[in-house]
């Protein structure tokens, strides 16, 4: 029986492929033993604990840029989460570590490489954090989800191209099983727009003209996925009330809990550019509009889109210099030009990894002590 522990924390972008390949290490190793590491405060403690694997948390943050009295705190916390970390090492006793990104990872991987128990890092963006970057000198394998973060990881002992894991549930529904849930025909042109769980305020302004334009049309679906917290802004802007139709074209939702079906109905995505989300455009093979989020540490969504725009599976749009009438356009030079979206679905097709987790969780067993 395996012992294997994980962190991730922060953000969905860490948890998510922290969680899928959890799922991928329970098909092949049933009796293994998981425990996750994140912290009390970050998104995991609300969605590990609902998957029903057992949780524990260290104090840790990320450093500020300047030094202040807040960066004195964070190094205390560093330096206790460190003798946290530790204990958790000494009472769970794991036989290999992996961490997917974020500050928690930095205490339970550098407790686990010390005491040289097997540890492996999956970074998911074409430019590594500076997390991982730092830890990838001491732990036993770096799984990239970009061939192009390989040179980043230059002193590392190991790195290995894997891909990003995607759940296996973005997989399993068929065009005709998407459609069937959204009510829409084959013949309707079906754009998916999604900014992140909390939504993307310049898409989602940009989307009010978007909207109104396409209102009244019987040819196209706008699956609009505003996020909870912009979702009465949006609504409002369009001088419309909750649960009140726009028009047969629009459909506009703060949250969406079974977004694998809108995968599987869309012709086309607006998405940020977050690597999961990448990962799940590409393994349905869904061409994309792009528009990174410019505050993303070291501007690694732009990066991340880059490679999907050179391999021609998305066309990017800079997020402060997007408009309404940008998107119009793109939506409906794709609407006239169903040979171009054929071609892009294509070569997303071929940036996917669908089996990603799999690979992953087998490298874990595998190097486990």
């Keep these: 029986m395996k012992r294997i522990i994980i962190s991730g924390g922060g953000t969905g972008g860490h948890i ?7 799922k991928e290490i329970m098909k092949l190793q049933p009796d293994a033993e998981v425990l996750y590491v994140g912290t009390a405060h970050g998104l995991e403690a609300d969605l590990v604990p609902k998957e029903g694997i057992d949780f524990v948390t260290i104090p840790v943050q990320g450093l500020q840029r300047k030094l202040s009295f807040g960066t004195l705190v964070t190094l205390g916390k560093t330096a206790w989460s460190l003798v946290k970390a530790n204990k958790i090492i000494s009472d769970f006793k794991p036989d290999v570590v992996i961490g997917t990104g974020g500050y928690v990872c930095g205490p339970i991987l550098m407790a686990a490489a010390l005491r040289h128990i097997p540890t492996i890092i999956q970074e998911q963006n074409v430019i590594p ?14 799984a990239v989800g970009y061939e192009e973060a390989v040179k980043s990881f230059g002193k590392a002992k190991r790195v290995v191209y894997t891909g990003n894991p995607v759940r296996p549930e973005v997989l399993v529904d068929s065009r005709e099983d998407g459609r069937q849930y959204f009510d829409v025909s084959n013949d309707i042109f079906t754009v998916l727009i999604a900014g992140g769980s909390r939504g ?7 989307m009010v003209d978007v909207h ?11 699956i609009h996925i505003t ?3 912009e979702y009465k802004s949006v609504l409002q ?8 139709k726009l028009g047969n074209s629009s459909l506009i939702l703060p949250y969406l809990h079974d977004m694998p079906k809108a995968l599987a109905a869309a012709d086309l995505a607006v998405f940020r550019s977050g690597a999961i989300g990448l990962a799940e455009l590409a393994v349905r093979g869904i061409p994309s509009i792009l528009i990174p989020y410019p505050y993303a540490a070291e501007d690694h969504q732009t990066y991340n889109a880059r490679i999907f725009v050179h391999e ?30 054929e071609q892009m679905g294509n070569c997303a097709l071929h940036l996917g990894k669908p089996n990603a987790a799999h690979d992953i969780a087998t490298l874990a067993i595998s190097i486990a002590k």
Excluded: C, W
Excluded at 200 to 206: D, G
């Design 16 to 22: 998510y492929p922290a969680i899928t390949i959890y």
């Design 129 to 142: 954090g500076i997390t991982n970057k730092l830890l990838s000198r001491f732990v036993d394998v770096v």
């Design 200 to 206: 993307a305020r310049t898409i989602n302004t940009a």
């Design 212 to 222: 109104n334009y396409f209102k009244g049309r019987n040819d196209i679906k706008l």
């Design 227 to 229: 996020g909870s917290g």
């Design 237 to 244: 802007k369009l001088g419309i009330q909750d649960g009140e």
């Design 312 to 341: 021609g599976a998305s066309h990017m749009i800079v997020d402060k210099v997007l408009t309404g009438h940008d998107l119009i356009g793109e939506i409906e030079m794709f609407m006239d030009n169903r040979k171009l979206l």
